[in-house]
């Protein structure tokens, strides 16, 4: 009974364990959150392995495609069913005639900051992968029209450092309502494209 009671207890600390591990922050690490620099200072061969993945490339390997004759496909470069093709919109603003905001491209659901991915690694392409977007539940981003007239991805609190450096010190491994921000509804709702994954 004695040795149950010990089995049964572990099962449930460990069972609670992912609910604490969310709880663990980052303020020991970093003052402020500088964008993905602040990540790259401890993380940097992280974020090189995460800009050669499918989720930052959007290309991988396709031994099963007729005449792909070893060339890396993926949604960047093919025809993407209900989308097309990304590269069509892959950042901007699409607007009905009434000034509502339709899209804002297939880069929303896209783990960078607004670059295409290029295929040679470089720090601007490091500093482009979105870490929080996959790292952070309190994460939040919109689309921002820089001076020069282009556009990137910027925390919806870019202008409270105090509240972003909040956002950033309580990341954690992904959880399953962060990888959905992206993992359903692409292409406009649920289920509007193959694959996508139910909110519930």
């Known amino acids: 009974m004695i040795r149950r009671s010990i089995t049964l207890m572990s099962l449930l600390v460990l069972a609670g364990m992912p609910a604490f591990a969310a ?3 980052h303020q020991e690490y970093f003052e ?9 200072g401890c993380h940097q061969d992280e974020a090189e392995s995460f800009f050669h993945s499918q989720h930052y490339q959007w290309l991988g390997d396709a031994p099963d495609i007729v005449d792909a004759n070893g060339k890396k496909l993926g949604k960047r470069n093919t025809i993407n069913d209900f989308c097309t093709n990304p590269m069509s919109n892959w950042i901007g603003v699409v607007k009905n005639s009434q000034g509502h905001v339709l ?3 297939c880069s929303k659901c896209h783990a960078g900051l607004g670059l295409i991915p290029s295929e040679t690694m470089s720090q601007e392409q490091l500093e482009n992968i979105d870490c929080l977007i996959c790292h952070a539940s309190g994460y939040r981003r919109d689309l921002y029209s820089n001076p020069d007239g282009s556009l990137e991805w910027k925390p919806i609190l870019w202008m409270n450092q ?3 450096d909040s956002v950033a010190k309580r990341i954690s491994m992904p959880t399953r309502a962060n990888c959905l921000r992206c993992h359903s509804g692409s292409g406009g709702g649920p289920n509007f494209k193959r694959g996508d994954l139910e909110y519930a």
Do not use: M
């Open 32 to 40: 402020h959150y500088d964008g993905t620099k602040t990540c790259l």
């Open 23 to 25: 709880d663990f922050t």
């Open 103 to 105: 899209s804002t491209g």
């Open 162 to 164: 105090e509240g972003l």
